[in-house]
């Protein structure tokens, strides 16, 4: 009896476990897909990835001069690819857009985009704007995006303005 109990209860693990395990390894394989895709994306500039930083499906970096900026960004049905000359860059600012929702115990912010805005020094060019979490296409979880968007905006602006 003793020995049908544990087996029973190995098996009841295992049936909780083996998901997880699932979870975790598709994980991995997705973040190695998006760190492939940037190395891919800086070696078709004739450049290495020298910094860079990942979150779910997407990764941002940078080469050792930190003269280019590469993101890879998952989408629901594609994948946007960009690569960045900072020398025609002018500034790199956050975009955060949020809104505040009332309910019965106070208040709480709603971040609704995370964006990197960058203005070109050719004004014909216009903006470009690389989301890190936008909630029309990302999940409703926001995870470290807030903390890696910072850390971008301030080595981009030092990267300009050794330019």
Request: charged share 25%; hydrophobic share 45%.
């Given at each position: 009896m003793f020995s049908g109990t544990t087996i029973i209860g190995l098996i009841i693990v295992l049936l909780c476990i083996i998901p997880i395990v699932l979870m975790f390894v598709s994980s991995k394989k997705k973040k190695a897909r998006a760190l492939n895709a940037l190395k891919e994306l800086a070696t078709e500039s004739n450049k290495k990835v020298a910094q860079f930083d990942q979150w779910k499906e997407n990764a941002i970096g940078t080469d050792e001069a930190h003269t280019m900026i590469f993101a890879v960004r998952k989408m629901k049905d594609s994948v946007l690819k960009y690569?960045?000359?900072l020398s025609?860059?002018?500034?790199?600012?956050?975009?955060?857009?949020?809104?505040?929702?009332?309910?019965?115990?106070g208040n709480t912010t709603l971040i609704e985009q995370l964006s990197l805005q960058f203005e070109y020094k050719d004004p014909s060019k216009g903006e470009m704007v690389l989301d890190f979490?936008?909630?029309?296409?990302?999940?409703?979880?926001?995870?470290?995006?807030?903390?890696?968007?910072?850390?971008?905006?301030?080595l981009i602006q030092d990267a300009l303005?050794?330019?």
């Amino acid at each position: 009896m003793f020995s049908g109990t544990t087996i029973i209860g190995l098996i009841i693990v295992l049936l909780c476990i083996i998901p997880i395990v699932l979870m975790f390894v598709s994980s991995k394989k997705k973040k190695a897909r998006a760190l492939n895709a940037l190395k891919e994306l800086a070696t078709e500039s004739n450049k290495k990835v020298a910094q860079f930083d990942q979150w779910k499906e997407n990764a941002i970096g940078t080469d050792e001069a930190h003269t280019m900026i590469f993101a890879v960004r998952k989408m629901k049905d594609s994948v946007l690819k960009y690569a960045i000359n900072l020398s025609g860059v002018r500034s790199c600012k956050v975009i955060n857009r949020s809104r505040t929702v009332k309910f019965e115990g106070g208040n709480t912010t709603l971040i609704e985009q995370l964006s990197l805005q960058f203005e070109y020094k050719d004004p014909s060019k216009g903006e470009m704007v690389l989301d890190f979490y936008h909630n029309g296409y990302d999940t409703v979880a926001i995870a470290d995006e807030l903390l890696l968007i910072q850390k971008w905006e301030i080595l981009i602006q030092d990267a300009l303005n050794k330019n």
